[in-house]
């Protein structure tokens, strides 16, 4: 039963971290571009994602970190994706513009 426990153990904390990373990215992405993407507004993402943290924190029990475990999901294949692509990069970035090249200190010619 001890390698059952310890298999449990891994996937909760496993469930934890996906909610931490799903919400450490969701106060990332500013809240103009949630509404540009035509999702719900910050707040809400913030508010299910805390609360997904705080299930698997404080009431670790399966059902619930489960219905975490799908607004995490959602997070990462639904509404990432339209932040990005509305943020032109990650994290509320703004591109500057320039090509796929160019490096830190501009374009990068192939050493010619």
Do not use: C, H
């Amino acid at each position: 039963m001890t390698a059952f426990g310890s298999l449990m153990g891994l996937l909760y904390t496993a469930l934890l971290v996906l909610a931490v990373v799903a919400l450490v990215m969701a106060v990332f992405f500013r809240e103009d571009a949630y509404r540009a993407a035509d999702k719900q507004n910050k707040g809400f993402w913030l508010i299910i994602l805390g609360l997904a943290v705080a299930v698997n924190l404080l009431a670790p029990r399966l059902f619930l970190q489960l219905i975490g475990l799908v607004a995490t999901i959602v997070f990462f294949v639904d509404v990432r994706p339209a932040l990005k692509q509305v943020s032109g990069g990650g994290f509320g970035r703004r591109r500057r513009g320039g090509s796929s090249s160019d490096g830190p200190y501009g374009p990068y010619n192939g050493g010619r």
